[in-house]
């Protein structure tokens, strides 16, 4: 739960520093620091995706993956879910439960939470979600300086879904071997080279239908394990 903790503080510091420095908050600079971000984001995946036991097993999981995400159209759900709730609450541009929303999609929703939370369940690795928190720290001062102090409210949306996500992969680990956590932990990290890369603007790519990859290697192992 430390990686947890530390991302929600990092947006309440956010929220905190984007009401008081607002006025000298401008696009051009928020940019640059959200491209320097992504490099470190592009950096640390191509690190982490080093280490894997079957490359054979990774490709697979991605292709399959892939069309599992597509064929139950999960990027196109979520973005309708998340599109209808930015809708309901528009009329309320400015008050505290539009901001909360808002807040609460953008550090919530995306690849590095989910794929941050496992890494630190399954292998007490906390820099994604730290490298994280360094990026919604910057975007709830760019938020609240725009929506208010109700960006800070999605500390208890990060508290929960995330550490829901590190509890669950905490009880999951002693039921997965070494193998199978090394394999998805490369898979996870291809999907935060593919976040970093869609930050900078390389490369645009569906990411949510790639989220089942990362889960694909325990079923892999268990049904073909003795072959491979």
Known sequence: MIATLVNAAAVLGGTILGLLVKKFLHPEATETIYQGLGLCVVFIAIKSAWEVHSIIVVIVCMALGGWLGETLKLQQHLDHWAQGLQEKYAKKEGNLVSA???????????????????????????????????????????????????????????????????????????????????DISCTGSLLILATGLTQLKVLKIRLVNLIPAMFLPVLFYLVLGAWL
Do not use: R
């Open 100 to 182: 909360f929303i808002a807040a609460s999609l953008l550090f919530c929703v995306g690849g590095m939470s989910i794929v941050g939370s496992f890494e630190a369940g399954l292998n007490q690795n906390y820099t994604i979600i730290f490298t994280k928190s360094a990026m919604d720290c910057v975007a709830a001062a760019v938020l609240s300086a725009t929506m208010g102090f109700g960006v800070v409210f999605a500390c208890g949306t990060i508290l929960v879904y995330q550490g829901a996500l590190t509890l669950l992969a905490g009880l999951l680990q002693p039921l997965l071997t070494q193998v199978m956590i090394t």
